[in-house]
């Protein structure tokens, strides 16, 4: 059902519940509830690094940095033909942000911004919402980046929602639905910080992450 009295706080119950918000399109002014069958997740200590994203990374000028331009992220991802950010979600994420529950992981190549992932954070759990890319690889060394902030900063669980070919490349797997609640509640018990980590570059994330793979 739609929700026309949707909030940020509502937002948050939400995803503590296992539930997340979406619009069928950017011009649908109506937000629905989603509760998948079987849910997409990002184990931790499984991301994927193929050897031709390993040698971009190692070479790459680009920066990554962590909320800086969070609206800049969002736009990138509803910038496509098809997208479930509506102007009433865009609005919940951006308050979400200011009152710190939302973030985002940026690729920077000088002064613009190149790719990037954003998401919500609720104890030790990263719900994953859209990533983006305007070079090649950009938003797989966004998730990467991502990956490997969370690790360093005590998170236990990413939840990519769905599971796309994309992100199954990239070492993502669905688990049913009881698994992924009985995952949630013990990421929400978990105490992690998003920041708390210094900020890695390029080269020292694909280092740790071949070192472990």
């Not at 849910?39 to 190692?58: E, Q, T, V």
């Not at 070479?59 to 509803?78: E, H, K, M, Q």
């Not at 102007?87 to 992981?105: C, M, N, P, Q």
């Not at 980046?145 to 993502?172: E, I, R, Y």
Request: with cysteine.
């Amino acid at each position: 059902m739609p929700d026309r009295t949707l909030t940020a706080e509502l937002l948050l119950q939400g995803y503590a519940s296992g539930i997340f918000p979406m619009a069928e399109s950017r011009d649908d002014p109506d937000v629905f509830w989603v509760d998948p069958r079987m849910r997409g997740i990002l184990p931790l200590d499984g991301f994927h690094i193929s050897r031709s994203l390993a040698r971009d990374m190692r070479r790459s000028p680009w920066i990554v940095r962590l909320n800086t331009d969070f609206s800049a992220v969002v736009d990138g991802c509803a910038d496509r033909a098809d997208t479930w950010i509506n102007d009433e979600i865009y609005t919940l994420y951006a308050e979400l942000h200011r009152k710190g529950f939302a973030h985002s992981v940026e690729i920077w190549d000088g002064h613009l911004l190149v790719g990037g992932v954003y998401g919500v954070t609720l104890g030790g759990a990263f719900f994953g919402e859209s990533m983006f890319s305007r070079r090649t690889n950009a938003s797989k060394m966004a998730l990467a980046a991502a990956v490997d902030h969370l690790v360093h900063s005590g998170f236990v669980l990413f939840d990519t929602q769905f599971l796309t070919p994309h992100l199954s490349s990239l070492g993502a797997i669905e688990i049913t639905r009881s698994a992924y609640h009985r995952k949630l509640r013990a990421a929400l018990d978990t105490s992690a910080h998003f920041g708390a980590a210094p900020l890695a570059t390029l080269q020292d994330i694909v280092q740790r992450m071949t070192q472990t793979s």
